[in-house]
């Protein structure tokens, strides 16, 4: 086949440019991507022939090999792995169509550090073009294992390359680096030196399980030395803690979740007797940008004595932990287990339940030991562990454990249940809560009247999966969970400041207004009662006990789910100037097709004060205009 010249897309054409005039100060990383790239095809080729008994492919000795040419100026990192096809080619490399190249771009320009900056290039999987830092020139050669052909793939990094068939190639790939002239001035090393490739494999790549061999500079009149194996191989999880520095565990960490930034947390755990397992896991200091998407990669690595057989293996760990990162090392799995085999599994379900709980005490114990990792864990992962209380019961309580709560006790720290329950007024039985979509919209609501006024304590509920887990867990140490915006709440007598007859008598008083503005506001209401929760606003608009709120219910039909409308209830503030005179009004007059304006007004102002929109704005706004006009005459 010919070669043939094709375009790249708009936006790997601005990739490549930030890759040839990049402002990295740390151009080190090009290799740690290169060789990390091989170290990926090298397990696919493994896990390959595992599982396809017919697979023509080599297996006998896989390494990745490093190459140097200082009269050439090149640097080859060449792997005998999975390698690709003319297609995958064109696909993977060519186009970047699977990279996250636009959210690459959008991340970089947000980057607040050149340290943050460089690190992204492996967390977008653009890896590969990390090259472009060092080299004015980039050649990929590369063949499928059980193909006959390879592919040659080339570029100067200037829009366009180009894709041709090749006979001869080995199984593999070999990513060759025409380099650039070395610029101490701009960070830019001689990587033609084998001091210096030495280092940065040891610093990023040392526990790479396949072996990194830098071949041999050919000398004149002297026999070839051996291939010189630069990595330790071995594996992280299996050494001791004492062994490992902490700088090699970050490495670790940041090659397995492609993540730039070192991990909030460590944690290893080791498992012996009947079943043998060692695992490492990583708690990330930042969410993923996708981490709520539906195509977000979640699982641990899972290898068979240290053979990697799953990449990103789900059953290990609930979807509530799913940012959790690292490797699960079982001893007595088979080589060839699939995923629907590890689903019913018992020793990765056993294995599930023990990391879990591993988890979730180390997030107890920094909670415990440190309030400020802690905060800054639950700032970025909280909203994620809560779906946990949706799911089994047997995980609902450690989770309660480690759950941090806004509330109105304090401006700044969160609290716990179960110190909300310790400084409960004497005579309270709930625990009180009110959802929204921040803690000022919550705080200014008119739910929160009689509460602030009487200083009962709420919680302050702003993530969406708050509308459902707290439905689902009910009560916390017998004390039940009672949202202020649903159901009746009555403090004046929890408080004893209201007795029967003074409440029968104020209903007495309004019984006439409210049975004619439930009969005017018709289907739009299930009720219309006097309110005991607010104490500044004319009014409010409630759910009962038992209905969805709108906020469910738009997350619902946001899901698809199809939900009847829920009637809501409207509630009056019986010592507010603006209801007793429509009271008085309603009393006094025969006419009241003016006074049915003033209701409706009273609901939309209710309604407003939620977050909500009256069901006719235009109508709504039209009525407010004419009362204003009516006081300036």
């Not at 006439?512 to 104490?535: N, Q």
Request: proline share 4%; aromatic share 6%.
């Amino acid at each position: 086949m010919a070669t043939e010249t094709f375009e790249f897309q708009v936006e790997a054409r601005q990739l490549l440019q930030l890759m040839i005039h990049s402002v990295y100060s740390n151009k080190d990383v090009f290799l740690r991507e290169l060789v990390s790239n091989a170290s990926d095809a090298l397990d696919k080729l493994r896990l390959a022939a595992l599982r396809e008994d017919g697979l023509d492919a080599d297996t006998s000795d896989l390494h990745i090999e490093i190459e140097l040419d200082q009269k050439a100026r090149t640097l080859t990192v060449r792997d005998n792995g999975i390698g690709m096809s003319y297609d995958e080619v064109g696909k993977l490399i060519g186009t970047i169509a699977n990279s996250g190249t636009a959210a690459f771009l959008q991340e970089l320009k947000e980057a607040q550090d050149a340290a943050g900056a460089e690190g992204l290039i492996g967390q977008f999987g653009v890896g590969f073009y990390s090259g472009f830092m060092v080299a004015d020139e980039m050649t990929l050669v590369t063949r499928r294992a059980g193909e006959r052909s390879g592919t040659r793939w080339s570029s100067r990094g200037e829009g366009t390359y180009t894709l041709e068939t090749v006979d001869d190639a080995p199984q593999g790939s070999a990513v060759t680096l025409h380099l650039k002239p070395a610029d101490p001035d701009d960070q830019l090393h001689d990587y033609t030196s084998a001091w210096k490739i030495k280092e940065i494999v040891k610093r990023y790549s040392d526990f790479i399980t396949w072996p990194i061999r830098l071949l041999p500079q050919e000398t004149d009149g002297e026999d070839t030395p051996e291939p010189e194996t630069l990595n330790s191989m071995k594996a992280l999880w299996a050494r001791s803690r004492d062994e490992v520095s902490d700088d090699e565990y970050h490495e670790l960490y940041k090659h397995v979740s492609h993540d730039w930034r070192d991990p909030l947390e460590t944690i290893r755990l080791q498992a012996e007797g009947t079943f043998e397992y060692q695992a490492l896991l990583f708690l990330p200091a930042h969410a993923p940008h996708d981490l709520f998407t539906r195509d977000f990669r979640r699982g641990l690595q899972l290898y068979v004595k240290r053979v990697l057989i799953m990449d990103d293996c789900e059953a290990l760990l609930p979807p509530h932990l799913r940012f959790v990162k690292g490797v699960v090392d079982a001893q007595d799995l088979s080589l060839n287990v699939s995923r629907e085999i590890l689903q019913q599994d018992r020793h990765i379900r056993m294995i599930q339940r023990r990391l879990t709980k591993k988890v979730l005490s180390s997030v107890k114990e920094m909670k415990a030991n440190d309030a400020d990792k802690y905060t800054a864990f639950w700032r970025e992962f909280g909203a994620v562990l809560k779906e946990g209380l949706l799911g089994d019961a047997d995980d609902r309580d450690a989770l309660l454990a480690v759950a941090s709560f806004a509330s109105t006790h304090d401006e700044e720290a969160p609290t716990t249940l179960q110190q909300y329950v310790e400084r409960m007024k004497d005579g309270q039985d709930d625990i009180y809560y009110m959802t929204g979509t921040s803690r000022q919209t919550i705080e200014n609501s008119p739910h929160m009247e009689a509460f602030r006024d009487r200083g009962v304590e709420v919680l302050l509920l702003t993530d969406p999966v708050d509308e459902v887990w707290v439905d689902v867990v009910g009560e916390f140490e017998g004390k039940r969970l009672r949202s202020v915006a649903k159901g009746e709440i009555d403090l004046d007598v929890q408080d004893g400041e209201q007795t029967d007859d003074g409440r029968e008598k104020q209903a007495e008083t309004y019984a006439a207004l409210l049975g004619w503005m439930k009969e005017h506001l018709g289907e739009e209401m299930k009720d219309v009662r006097l309110s005991t929760r607010l104490t500044v606003s004319p009014a409010c608009v409630v759910s009962d006990a038992h209905d969805l709120t709108p906020a469910l219910e738009s997350m619902y039909r946001a899901m698809g789910q199809e939900v009847p409308p829920t009637r809501r209830i409207l509630e009056l503030n019986p010592a507010h100037p603006l209801v007793q005179g429509l009271n008085q009004a309603y009393q006094e007059s025969e006419d009241r097709s003016g006074l049915a304006e003033t209701a409706d007004l009273l609901h939309g102002l209710a309604v407003l004060a939620e977050g909500g929109r009256p069901k006719e704005p235009g109508r709504f706004v039209k009525l407010v205009a004419e009362r204003l006009e009516r006081t300036l005459r």
